[in-house]
């Protein structure tokens, strides 16, 4: 077992590094605090329940280890901020996590869907390798305002039309996806952002669509100047 804590480059955020199962010693440095983010890194953990005592000093957590059991994470009661960088085992419910706000997640697992499209706060939502057809799911989420999808089997964004809160769209290596065209029919979307290997991508006036209405926030404010 290894822990460490670092500053992220550039900015003043503590990170609490922890390598291999959870150890007194761990626990012990997770209870002073001080830090903005936990990682938890290699091997396996039994379950999360040594989060429980210092769970109101957690914010936000990478979770880049296997562990056989969810169990403690539903003590989080704080958490704002949740990485999956390796699947979790079921059950767990993301409703648990009330103040939750900022997901990604590397390791899709079809069975987060139910409670994750559910819940009633998250803003931004980053998700690799998301298997759904389309994407009701995502569009159905209420606070929802970022979403960055990669590695997607989704050939539409038809859905993300009745998603009144999204502002940003993200979209990478999403290989079926044939049409983009539902962008003109959302008015609140602000950026948009295109990445590689989008090979069925070829009509591009949707874009144009999105520019438009972008500088057209921005003359106002222009006018004033």
């Not at 804590?5 to 440095?29: K, M, N």
């Not at 539903?74 to 939750?100: N, V």
């Not at 998700?127 to 057809?133: R, T």
Request: aromatic share 8%; net charge neutral.
């Amino acid at each position: 077992m290894f822990f460490r804590r670092f500053f992220s480059l550039g900015t003043d955020r503590v990170r609490l590094v922890v390598e291999g199962p959870w150890s007194p010693a761990a626990a012990a440095e997770a209870e002073r605090g001080g830090f903005d983010v936990l990682e938890l890194h290699r091997g396996l953990q039994a379950d999360f329940s040594f989060l429980v005592r210092p769970a109101g000093r957690i914010r936000n957590l990478k979770i880049l280890c296997d562990s056989a059991s969810p169990a403690g994470l539903e003590s989080l009661l704080h958490l704002e901020s949740l990485t999956l960088g390796c699947p979790l085992p079921r059950p767990f419910d993301f409703s648990a996590l009330p103040q939750l706000r900022f997901v990604s997640i590397s390791a899709w697992q079809p069975w987060y869907a139910a409670s994750l499209f559910t819940h009633p706060s998250i803003e931004s939502l980053h998700i690799e390798g998301y298997d759904g057809d389309d994407l009701s799911g995502p569009a159905g989420m209420p606070a929802l305002q970022s979403l960055v999808l990669t590695k997607g089997r989704f050939k539409s964004l038809a859905p993300l039309a009745r998603c009144a809160s999204l502002r940003s769209i993200s979209l990478a290596h999403n290989r079926a996806l044939a049409d983009i065209g539902e962008l003109a029919l959302m008015p609140g979307l602000q950026s948009l952002e295109l990445g590689d290997a989008l090979p069925g991508v070829t009509d591009l006036a949707p874009i144009a669509s999105l520019t438009t209405r972008s500088q057209e926030r921005q003359r106002p404010s222009d006018e004033k100047r």
